[in-house]
């Protein structure tokens, strides 16, 4: 899995879910049927697809009355994906949420192997590759050979984690290119609502040590692989603001 989530979010392997779109208003991303190609489905080598499915308020009393993008999980991980272009010097707020029924028994976002999570927004940035190490320049080569596009030089996600404290930074066990910060931990919160607010500059320096690059692809992935179980969330507008 590591090199599809090193290289995911910039490339893109099948087109888009037919209802699943992310739609511009003014201050915010809304989930709507128009603008079908915003969202990009990326499927992982030898993984089952994850399911994402738009439902409006009158079809999901579940999800809160509000429109909102259904992960159902099971045994499976791919990512939905999206471009985007925000130089570092404009980097602000990042606004989103999501509603997870329940936590994935047996998962740990910091073991390898066992790094499943029913809630992942994932952000990648640009930055200079020759800092890799000798392992990610590896690594960085093997994405341009199988997929003919480089990793992402920074990859960040917010996470719900089943034991980690709030605030916790989880380096990928695979590389440190992508880091993790959890947002929500343990199962308070469950069957509710959750609308975060986040600096990504700030998110960004306390996960890496280092100015943030450019923003250029945000993501979002429901996996459940790894534990083999099934699980399912639902996913609200994504807002970007300066």
Not at 37 to 46: H, I, K, V
């Amino acid at each position: 899995m590591l090199l599809s989530l090193s290289v995911g979010l910039f490339t893109g392997c099948a087109a888009p879910p037919a209802a699943v779109a992310l739609a511009p208003t003014p201050g915010k991303l809304t989930w709507s049927a128009q603008q079908q190609a915003a969202w990009q489905a990326l499927p992982l080598p030898g993984k089952v697809a994850t399911r994402y499915l738009l439902e409006e308020p009158a079809l999901a009393s579940a999800q809160g009355q509000r429109a909102a993008l259904k992960a159902d999980a099971r045994s499976s991980a791919s990512m939905l994906r999206t471009p985007v272009r925000v130089e570092a010097d404009a980097l602000g707020q990042l606004g989103f949420s999501w509603m997870v029924p329940a936590l994935i028994a047996g998962a740990d976002m910091g073991v390898r192997g066992l790094d499943d999570s029913p809630v992942r927004l994932i952000l990648a940035f640009e930055g200079d590759r020759n800092q890799f190490s000798g392992k990610n320049s590896m690594l960085n080569e093997l994405a341009r050979l199988v997929t003919g596009e480089e990793m992402p030089y920074a990859t960040l996600m917010y996470v719900w984690c089943n034991q980690r404290p709030v605030g916790s930074v989880i380096q990928n066990p695979r590389t440190d290119r992508i880091r993790k910060i959890v947002v929500e931990s343990g199962p308070q919160g469950l069957m509710q609502w959750r609308n975060y607010v986040r600096n990504i500059r700030a998110d960004f320096e306390q996960a890496f040590g280092e100015p943030p690059g450019a923003l250029v692809a945000i993501g979002l992935m429901t996996d459940s692989d790894n534990t083999h179980s099934n699980t399912v969330a639902w996913y609200g507008p994504i807002g970007l603001r300066q």
